[in-house]
């Protein structure tokens, strides 16, 4: 734990985020626990203060945790997506993962 919240630390002037299909009532306290401050997730669908078992808006799952990270970025002025691939390594459901490489211009 120590050694994660040290590298986290040493990236504290980089643009930092938790990108996970978890849900973010699950997420949000470990990204609030490491100070980070983007945090896209699963948000679950709730009617009449009860969760329903669905997701409301787009999941961050597969390919929608590149529709959700472009959306994003689209937010911060000057970020953009500069390439997406597949990741070479399986989550670890063997879920299909991306590599999103994103740039912000000055």
Do not use: C
Not at 8 to 17: E, M, N, P, T
Not at 25 to 38: C, D, K, N, S, W
Not at 69 to 93: C, D, F, K
């Amino acid at each position: 734990r120590d050694a994660a919240r040290a590298l986290v630390a040493r990236h504290a002037s980089d643009l930092r985020a938790i990108i996970t299909a978890t849900n973010s009532f699950v997420t949000r306290p470990i990204a609030q626990a490491f100070g980070i401050e983007h945090l896209i997730a699963t948000e679950p669908e709730e009617r009449a203060g009860e969760f329903t078992g669905r997701a409301h808006g787009v999941p961050s799952f597969r390919e929608g945790k590149v529709t959700r990270v472009e959306a994003w970025l689209a937010t911060l002025p000057g970020w953009r997506v500069a390439s997406v691939m597949p990741s070479p390594i399986l989550g670890g459901s063997g879920n299909a993962e991306y590599l999103i490489a994103a740039n912000r211009n000055e």
